[in-house]
């Protein structure tokens, strides 16, 4: 009889126990699929729940490694250090959720279209992802300040490039006041963020994507160009 790997069984057993939130479960094995993955999503789901329990800057190397039961060298193999590892996850949910504004943009054919895909992607993520919004929301200036401040400046900039050249094509019905570009983000998420947070804050019961009807008229008549 084959030798029994208990350390093998052990963490296969901890990683069930240490499993993430279905919706957050779904983000992380799109990012790193596959069983060779299997440690680093693991690792991930553990260091979330931390953050959300205790706070980014309270949360110790040794909290993340307590909870997900793995080593130091596991830590600095995947990530390098905390700050990797606090990047990594929020990456990972902010390409998530820009596949979804992918998504519904590529279905919208008005400006007012565009401007409902950018508040429905949004409030439908966080209601999706209600873990993960909590940790971004607390995250971005923890990273924006930190050693992957620059990576996430050219990840803004280019989704800003993206979103803008969609709104940018000619022929499109409808017409969006003639302001500076950099206002645009505010006025169209603005207040799907505000109820958003409320929300994950426990302020407000209905989910954000309950109201994403009256956030989308309310963000398309911030910008409509009525003239």
């Known amino acids: 009889m084959a030798p029994v790997n208990k350390s093998a069984s052990v ?4 990683a069930e126990n240490v499993s993430a939130p279905v919706g957050a479960k779904a983000v992380l094995e ?6 060779r993955a299997q440690l680093k999503r693991h690792m991930l789901a553990g260091a979330l ?33 905390k700050e990797g590892l606090v990047a990594a996850l929020f990456f990972c949910a902010l390409q998530d959720q820009a596949d979804l504004i992918d998504a519904e943009l590529a279905k919208a054919q008005t400006m007012r279209d565009g401007v409902a895909a950018l ?23 923890a990273v924006s300040k930190g050693p992957h401040g620059a990576e996430l ?3 803004n900039r280019q989704r800003a490039r993206l979103v803008m050249a969609w709104f940018g094509e000619p022929g499109r019905a409808g017409r969006i006041k003639d302001w500076p570009m950099e206002l645009l983000p505010s006025l169209i998420i603005g207040a ?16 954000p994507a309950q109201q994403r009807e009256r956030l989308a008229e309310a963000a398309w008549l911030s910008v409509a160009d009525s003239d």
């Open 11 to 14: 963490r296969s057993a901890n």
């Open 30 to 35: 799109r990012a790193y699929p596959g069983v």
């Open 49 to 81: 729940a931390c953050f959300n329990e205790s706070g980014i800057e309270a949360t110790t190397i040794e909290m993340i490694l307590a909870r997900c039961e793995a080593s130091v060298g596991n830590l600095y193999h995947h990530f390098g250090s």
């Open 119 to 141: 508040v429905y992607s949004y409030v439908d993520w966080i209601t999706a992802q209600p873990e993960l919004a909590r940790f971004m929301f607390q995250a971005r200036s």
């Open 153 to 155: 400046q050219q990840r």
């Open 192 to 207: 799907a963020e505000n109820y958003s947070r409320a929300w994950l804050s426990g302020r407000v019961k209905a989910a």
